[in-house]
């Protein structure tokens, strides 16, 4: 062998070898194709078990044979249905065949009855809270929710929703208003060997502990897997009047670990996420209430999906997720979890927390907005809101009627000077339009400069009333994110409307009519609100733009905006028309008072006096003024 044919096998070696590992699966690729191949197992497992009950029931139904060759058969069939459990499901066989038993866990404010079939929640009320048609809220029902814990054991694909779980107490109510309780249920494999569901409730708390715990199954689990799945399945029901906006309102959350809370979005019809890193819980979110599974660790991966329920009678969205748990070969495995099944409450959210005190940021799922806007909502609408129902309770009218007029006093000097800002601006209009006399419109800079100089020498800033208003925006924007987020305002009635939490009806539409992004009603405090918006513009259309109500668009923008509104705002909620009619009513108020404290003819004549008035120079002018100067001296230097 030459050194070229050497060199050449040692190319192909190196070739198939950089082949090898380029085309080598990661590590997300082995898991999806393991999963692949579970789903495919467990299929076939089920095919398996269904042929062989067909089988034992064809035995069954045989006609014409003797009571001894009953007696023999019935034993043949007992013998191969317990083969085939026994091959199915190995050390659970003894629990694949059992009898379906419920056990319910309750306090004051929580219900959950589980069945021995799985050992998941079954039924979950909210014993505080009713449906906006005044029936329980019933958070799921049946087999609206089914919670499964996957795994092999001997290479079998088990998963704990087949097999029957024992209760360890018997007893079939538990009341937790007075002290702790447990219940316990286990899943039997075997001469001590077992695996047990334990749930843990207190009094007054929204959360129950759920604890799994494997005894003395080290060599029988898992050999060749690293991981073990939860399977969960539920639904969101309706439980609000407007089923639109409830479900643009549901969707699923998660945290991923120990960092931002994330969420799929909540408008399209069907929509799917996996994520590959840690994640610390996950939420199935409604409009005002929420069931979450959170993790004492974490779950090392996610996979989550909703389905919308295009119909809206009975449920708002599908939802199912895959989470997966980290697993170690150990006689002694444990996980721990904690459930919360409740309502949106900002202040209850905030004080969930985690294994050690770890802020779990449960209260990100309020959408109170980003940035600014959330800012303004922690620090100042919420606890203002949460003061106010300490002096007048549930009259939630009085508290946002009070809310409106503090919120408007505070903003009065910003108010005030944006008013004033345009005062100036329109009364010298008439010097303005002289200046556009003598100056053409195809000399615009000039128009501009002179325009300036005007300003400079009276002392007034064009801008100075756009940053008042804006300084006022992110208080609009943040009302608008709280009101329809406020649980607060959930079935509490004022005037006509029976629940300012949704939008309020003053007629329905017949035969089930409805206009196009309008709706099915008419809303009043919509109404309102939208006359009171063209009022309060009617009022201020003179101070657009010093007076010039020529601009383009202006006029029609004038009564384009209520019209909007309208449309817009009819089915969302009342409480937040209603702040918006007195926010806008308050305006109108604060426009005629200040027009009244105000002497257009002496503000000119103010005006008109600065201009004899010697300017000072800021710093900033007499640096470009020398920096000028300096330029031009350079200029002379270098034509010389």
């Known amino acids: 062998m030459d050194k070229n044919q050497v060199t050449g096998i040692i190319l192909i070696v190196a070739l198939l070898i950089g082949y090898g590992i380029y085309t080598q699966p990661s ?96 039924f979950a009320e909210l014993k505080e809270f009713k449906t906006w048609d005044g029936k329980p809220l019933i958070v799921f029902d049946n087999n609206e ?82 991981y073990l799945d939860i399977y969960w399945k539920s639904v969101i029901r309706k439980q609000e009047k407007g089923a639109k906006w409830e479900s643009q309102k549901s969707t699923i959350y998660y945290r991923l670990f120990e960092d931002e809370v994330k969420y799929l979005t909540e408008t ?81 959210l905030k ?88 100056i053409p419109k195809e000399k615009a800079m000039e128009r501009q400069q002179a325009t300036m100089a005007l300003y400079k020498k009276v002392g007034v800033n064009p801008m100075g009333g756009c940053l008042p208003m804006l300084l006022q925006m992110p208080f609009l924007i943040a009302m608008f994110l709280f009101f329809p987020a406020s649980i607060e305002l959930r079935q509490k009635s004022f005037l006509w409307a029976s629940d300012l939490s949704t939008y309020d009806s003053i007629w329905d539409f017949p035969n089930g009519f409805s206009i196009p992004f309008y709706g099915d009603h008419v809303s009043l405090f919509t109404l309102l609100m939208a006359a009171a918006m063209l009022v309060s513009q009617l009022l201020n259309k003179n101070q657009m733009s010093g007076g010039n109500t020529q601009m383009p668009g202006m006029k029609l923008m004038l009564y384009m905006m209520p019209v909007m509104m309208l449309f817009w705002f009819n089915n969302y909620s009342a409480g937040l028309s209603y702040y918006y009619f007195l926010s806008n009513v308050v305006t109108i108020i604060q426009t005629l008072l200040i027009r009244r404290m105000i002497n257009e003819d002496e503000l000119l004549a103010k005006l008109n006096a600065n201009k004899k008035k010697p300017k000072k120079k800021s710093s900033w002018q007499q640096r470009i003024e020398e920096m000028q100067k300096i330029q031009q001296q350079q200029a002379k230097k270098r034509k010389r």
């Open 145 to 226: 929710n089914i919670f499964e814990l996957k795994f092999y054991s001997n290479n079998r694909d088990i998963s704990t929703s087949d097999l029957y779980f024992v209760n360890t107490k018997g007893d079939s109510v538990y009341d937790a208003s007075e002290k702790k309780q447990t219940v316990t249920l286990r899943l039997r494999a075997g001469s001590d060997k077992y695996i047990d569901f334990i749930y843990t409730l207190e009094p007054e708390t929204y959360l129950m502990k759920y604890d799994i715990q494997f005894h003395n199954l080290g060599d029988e689990l898992g050999v060749n897997s690293s």
């Open 268 to 348: 399209s019809d069907e929509e799917s996420e996996s994520v590959d890193t840690r994640v610390d819980w996950i939420a199935y979110k409604d409009h005002f209430f929420s069931t979450v599974l959170i993790a004492d660790e974490y779950f090392s991966s996610a996979e989550m999906k909703y389905t919308a329920d295009k119909m809206l009678e009975k449920y708002i969205k599908h939802v199912e997720s895959t989470l997966s748990l980290p697993y170690e070969q150990n006689e002694n495995t444990n996980y721990s979890f904690t459930y919360y099944f409740g309502p949106n409450d900002y202040d209850i």
């Open 27 to 122: 590590k997300e690729e082995i898991a999806k194709r393991q999963r692949e191949q579970d789903s495919l197992r467990k299929v076939m497992i089920e095919q398996r078990i269904k042929d062989s009950l067909a089988r034992a029931q064809d035995l069954t139904n045989k006609a014409n044979i003797t009571e001894n060759e009953m007696i023999s058969d019935t034993t043949a069939i007992d013998s191969s249905v317990n083969k085939n459990l026994k091959s199915t499901f190995g050390i659970f066989a003894e629990s694949a065949e059992g009898k379906e038993e419920f056990v319910t866990l309750e306090n004051q404010k929580v219900k959950i009855k589980f069945t021995t079939k799985g050992a998941y929640p079954y």
């Open 351 to 438: 004080k969930i927390e985690g294994k050690d005190g770890k802020d779990l940021n449960l209260k990100r799922m309020i959408p109170l907005g980003w940035s600014v806007f959330r800012w303004v909502n922690q620090f100042i609408i919420i606890p203002l809101f949460n003061g106010l129902g300490h002096l007048f309770g549930n009259n939630m009218g009085l508290i946002i009627l009070v809310m409106t007029l503090l919120i408007k006093l505070v903003l009065f000097p910003l108010t005030y000077k944006s008013y004033i800002s345009s005062a100036k601006m329109r009364v010298l209009k008439p010097q303005i339009d002289e200046i556009n006399k003598k």
